[in-house]
Nanobody
Framework: QVQLVESGGGLVQPGGSLRLSCAAS????????MSWYRQAPGKERELVAG????????NYADSVKGRFTISRDNSKNTMYLQMNSLKPEDTAVYSC????????WGQGTQVTVSS
């Protein structure tokens, strides 16, 4: 069955870093466009970053450009989000998303940026 499992979230101080991982199974990962989304309390879900199936193209929300880096390893069926210079406004549940002809979502991992 299709699974997307996020990990790597937690509590970090402002200015700190975290690396999120999204492990995929049950579908042909290398064919899917992958993305990270986040949703903060009381706010709509927003796209954070996306990456093409071969990893050759990426895009970012303006709010994270220069601080976050999305990547993928198709040999490991895993996507990553390196988050640096974290700010309190980055606090949210981060979820991974897979898209081709179908859409798959992970359950999300909490990221809290606070002193």
């Amino acid at each position: 069955q299709v699974q997307l499992v996020e990990s790597g979230g937690g509590l970090v101080q402002p200015g700190g870093s975290l690396r999120l991982s999204c492990a995929a199974s049950g579908f042909t990962f290398s064919r899917f466009v992958m993305s990270w989304y986040r949703q903060a309390p009381g706010k709509e879900r927003e796209l954070v970053a996306g990456i093409s199936s071969d990893g050759g193209s990426t895009n970012y929300a303006d709010s994270v450009k220069g601080r976050f880096t999305i990547s993928r390893d198709n040999s490991k069926n895993t996507m990553y989000l390196q988050m640096n210079s974290l700010k309190p406004e980055d606090t949210a549940v981060y979820s991974c998303h897979a898209r081709l002809f179908s859409n798959y979502w992970g359950q999300g991992t909490q990221v809290t940026v606070s002193s």
